[in-house]
Structure formats: structure tokens, C-alpha cells
């Protein structure tokens, strides 16, 4: 069985939601106002299809690797497009098919077991987090707002997480998780469409489309 690259690793980015953390200060009243108004803009998506590029920086080494990907999430729903690699999730099966491979790699879907999920990459900040207002930042012609975030479990994987909101469109741009082994990954949104259509069946692998795959079961 050749070893997976999994789609979590790389988000370590909906389910029912908590209210935002109460936080003081005026530049935390900030951030709860810039995060508020985000999720009003994303409570009102059934759908989301989103182009994305992401960058894995190791401080240690000074290496960094870049891909690119699409991601399409409906409620618990999930599938993530990368070269390479696709990500399928209805809710209760995870398939994770290694294109050099010909292999499907089958498990029980367990959204405790991973730092982030990707079906809340959008609304990550909504729950188990402390937030800051951390500045005003340009990226190109694009003025944006950055909130740092701090997980209350100190036993993730991670220790920080800074989102760089765009202010106007009211969306989130960009998003940056400090792992605590040293590794920076950075999501960039490049194209993001809200309410697609997309029927449900996109997200179940089919071993049909993929003649000869090899099936591994680990459920």
C-alpha cells in the first residue's frame, strides 16, 4: 500500500456552529466584528466551490513546496482536486485516490481525528478559537484585514493561525497555519463561487471511473 499524502495534512483547514469567542480589547472587539460579518456572508453559501494554490514552508530547512487545487464543499460534504491526488468525503467515507498508484485508500470519516477539517475551511474561526486583531496588510491591489487566531486546545497540531480577510467582498483571501513542527502552510484563494450546483454523487468515489484501482480497505 504506498502511503498517502493526505488532503488533512495539507488543511491542517460544516457542522453545526458555536457562537464566536468573547474576547475584550478594542482591537479583539475588531476581530470579532470582521469574523461576525464573515459568518454572515458564509452562512448564506449551501455550496462552495473554491481554486485555491497552497504553500508548505519548512523553517528548518528553508524548503518550501507549492500545489494547487479545487475544493467543492456542500454541509458535511466534501471533495479536494490536486495534482495527483483526489479527496472524496459524503459525510461518512473518506477515499483518497493516488493517481501513480492506480489506489484507493477507503476510512471512516472521523472529523475529531484531524486538526482541521476541510469541510470547515471556511469557517474554522467559529469555534475553539481565541482572536486578535493583528493589522492591515496589501496584497497586490486587494487591502486586507488580518485576524490571528489561537486554539484553545493546546493539544492541536498547531499553535496559530492568521486569516487575511478582504474586507469588502467580506471573504476570507488568504489563510496561514503555524504548525508546532516548524512547518507554515499557506492557502491562497484564487477563485471562490459560491451556491454551485453539485450533486451529491461527486463526492462518493466510484471505482468505475478509475478502471483497475486498487482498493484498500481501512475501515
Not at 97 to 119: G, R, W, Y
Not at 138 to 162: I, M
Request: glycine letters at 6%.
Amino acid at each position: 500500500m504506498k502511503k498517502a499524502l493526505t488532503i488533512f495534512s495539507i488543511f491542517t483547514l460544516l457542522f453545526f456552529l458555536s457562537p464566536l469567542t468573547s474576547v475584550s480589547g478594542t482591537e479583539d472587539n475588531k476581530s470579532a466584528q470582521l469574523l461576525s460579518r464573515l459568518s454572515k456572508t458564509y452562512k448564506n453559501y449551501k455550496s462552495i466551490k473554491a481554486s485555491f494554490t497552497v504553500n508548505i514552508r519548512n523553517k528548518q530547512s528553508n524548503t518550501s513546496v507549492k500545489q494547487s487545487g479545487v475544493l467543492y464543499q456542500k454541509g458535511k460534504k466534501f471533495r479536494v482536486n490536486m495534482s495527483g491526488q483526489e479527496v472524496f468525503c459524503d459525510g461518512k467515507t473518506i477515499w483518497t485516490f493516488l493517481e501513480d498508484a492506480n489506489e484507493v485508500q477507503i476510512s471512516k470519516f472521523d472529523p475529531k481525528s484531524m486538526d482541521v477539517n476541510p469541510s470547515e475551511i471556511f469557517t474554522i474561526y467559529e469555534k475553539g478559537f481565541s482572536h486578535r486583531y493583528a493589522g492591515p496588510v496589501t496584497d497586490g491591489a486587494t487591502f486586507l484585514e488580518v485576524v490571528e487566531l489561537t486554539p484553545t486546545d493546546k493539544n492541536k497540531g498547531y499553535f496559530k493561525v492568521k486569516i487575511g480577510i478582504d474586507k469588502v467582498a467580506s471573504k476570507i483571501k488568504e489563510m496561514s497555519v503555524y504548525s508546532k513542527n516548524g512547518l507554515i502552510t499557506t492557502y491562497v484563494i484564487q477563485k471562490f463561487e459560491p451556491n454551485v450546483q453539485i450533486n451529491d454523487s461527486y463526492f462518493k468515489f466510484d471505482p468505475k471511473d478509475k478502471p483497475g484501482v486498487i482498493e484498500i480497505d481501512l475501515r
